[in-house]
């Protein structure tokens, strides 16, 4: 007799299971954030809805930059080769939106013909009208690199008289709808051109809101002295102070990212170790790309319910009868008294709500009698997506990046969860003396026949012998009192103790202090230690053992 109750129960107590973390996400999206979009036209307000290839693109890179401050010439360091379309040149020479893609052969596809690829992320940038369809091209090329990213070279901004030149379309709701979508926006200075024109203002603003995607990078940095460079790197930070309004220090990173000399090469190692640290953030991009992902739709899904909240707020005040547009301009005109009510009514943070203004703006143009009244069981159904479902995929990330670290077939590392190719590998390479901290440091003297100590055994050799050893061995005692003159901190010095002390007898002979002093020296000269003793600073008379 209640076998429908009972199967009620059951649809209730049902856990749909995802195969995979983006498969989830698309599910929940289409089948909980999307009702909530369409009945309160979120889309007219914020952002057009998402589609499969939003949740499947690879992650975005997006360079913003001045003209002539080396954001082409950035990809074609990354790529380590041309691309379809490229223009380098003092002058303006980008004027337009370029995504370069992978692609089995190298080619340009047409803007138009672009937001028309189902496959493709880019369809609802149609909305920009033909002005910016014409500036907007793809680029396919036959690099490693593109297997993991997708690269957007925009436009130079423009400063002086050029930027009261018209562009015919509306480029910072551009890079807004790019914003959303990128997973890192690189702002590239020119150490030559530090103002921030009233464009680049105006651009820096369309990007509000995704600091955490935002990496700055201040180029051509070896075209000034140590002193200069200081001096810029002042004047570049006091410039940014007044444009991202943020408490903390914006992260820069200094650096010339480019294939000629250097022109002062007396920052080399600030420049390599600069490159290191952005490269590293780039690599971490594909192993984060399900985090992101799933950490942009839980703001899309908070901002819905907040928008819901706003829309039905609206339809309750409005008349049913008379009165309707005076009763809209009040509503618009006391929009900040509509958000205090909600901010009551809901207990929402005021950080939640969207730009005042901007909802003003957009509120003019729409009919109050068509907005809905609040639905709870939309509410409730985004609710239950944010506690249960996100939850559910959150744990499904580390068995995916595992998954994700099983070498394929032929031994080599998954492609796609980690960026390989072009300046990548040479950053990177471990393989020639022109890596990252090769030949340096505790790698100084790998593959030497010599010992790589015995270069300074004339100094170590007659400490160790004044403090008279007995059977060729010092006391930890009498090594401690040598080594705490190097003022390191006694953490560090234990680390060089449990390295040097490589027979574990408590004690060091003369070749063990000669390679305790030797890291010690490795560490003052602003090295890390290593964290095992690599195999060629093994003492001799210990080798094999």
């Known amino acids: 007799m209640f076998s429908w109750l009972d199967g009620h129960e059951e649809k209730k107590k049902h856990v749909e299971v995802y195969e995979t973390v983006f498969e989830g996400l698309k599910k929940i999206y289409k089948q909980k954030v999307l009702p909530l979009e369409e009945a309160y036209q979120f889309h007219d307000f914020h952002s057009p809805k998402l589609d499969d290839p939003d949740f499947d693109a690879k992650p975005i890179i997006m360079l913003v930059g001045q003209y002539s401050t080396g954001k082409t010439t950035f990809i074609r360091y990354l790529l380590e080769r041309d691309f379809p379309g490229i223009r380098i040149g003092p002058e303006p020479t980008t004027d337009g939106f370029i995504a370069v893609m992978h692609g089995d052969h190298d080619g340009i596809i047409p803007g138009n013909a672009l937001v028309v690829d189902p496959k493709k992320p880019f369809r609802p940038l149609s909305k920009f009208g033909n002005a910016f369809l014409n ?17 957007i070279d925009t ?5 002086g008289e050029k930027q009261r030149v018209d562009r015919g379309y509306d480029f910072a709701g551009v890079l807004e709808w790019f914003a959303e979508r990128v997973d890192r926006i690189i702002l590239l200075f020119d150490a ?11 651009s820096i603003g369309a990007l509000k809101g995704h600091d955490d995607k935002i990496r700055i990078v201040l180029n051509k940095a070896d075209m000034v002295d140590h002193q200069q460079l200081m001096r810029v790197y002042g004047a570049l930070m006091w410039s940014l102070g007044k444009v991202i309004a943020t408490p903390e220090v914006s992260r820069v990173y200094i650096g010339s990212f480019w294939d000629q000399p250097l022109r002062y090469d007396s920052n080399r190692k600030l420049f390599e170790a600069e490159a290191q640290d952005l490269f590293l953030d780039l690599q971490s991009l594909p192993r984060n790309a399900a985090l992101r992902k799933l950490n942009d739709l839980i703001k899309r899904a908070r901002l819905a319910k907040v928008h ?6 609206l339809k309750k005040e409005m008349p049913s009868m008379f009165g309707k547009d005076s009763k809209k301009k009040e509503l618009i005109k006391n929009l900040s008294a509509i958000y205090e009510s909600v901010q009551r009514e809901h ?48 744990a499904m990330i580390p068995l995916e990046e595992k998954q ?34 090769k030949c340096e440091g505790a790698d100084a003297g790998a593959g ?43 953490t560090v010095l234990g680390k060089v103790w449990k390295l040097a002390d490589h027979d574990k007898d408590g004690m060091l002979d003369v070749e063990e202090f000669a390679l305790a002093m030797h890291l ?15 195999a060629h600073l093994v003492p001799p008379s210990q080798r094999g053992f």
């Open 135 to 151: 500036r907007l091209q793809c680029s396919t090329v036959n690099s490693t690199v593109l297997r993991s990213l997708t690269i």
């Open 155 to 159: 436009p130079g901004i423009l400063s």
């Open 192 to 202: 030559h051109k530090l103002d921030i024109s009233d464009e680049f203002r105006r």
């Open 308 to 313: 819901a909240y706003i829309i039905a707020a």
């Open 347 to 394: 207990q929402i943070s005021p950080g939640d709500f969207p730009d005042i203004a901007r909802m003003q703006e957009r509120l003019l143009h729409e009919d109050f009698s068509k907005f809905q009244p609040l639905k709870p069981r939309l509410i409730q159904n985004v609710d239950k997506m944010l506690a249960e479902d996100i939850a559910r995929l959150m």
């Open 404 to 437: 994700n670290m099983v070498p394929k077939e032929d031994g080599k590392p998954n492609s796609g969860h980690t960026v390989s190719g072009g300046a990548f590998d040479g950053v990177r390479s471990a393989d020639t003396p022109f890596g990252f901290n």
């Open 448 to 490: 030497e026949a010599e010992w790589v100590v015995n270069r300074d055994r004339p100094k170590y050799d007659p400490i160790f012998f004044s403090m008279n050893p007995v059977d060729n061995k010092v006391t930890g005692a009498a090594a401690k009192a040598e080594m705490v003159k190097s003022k390191l901190p006694n």
């Open 520 to 534: 010690i020296n490795i560490k003052l000269d602003g090295h890390d230690l290593p964290a095992e003793l690599p």
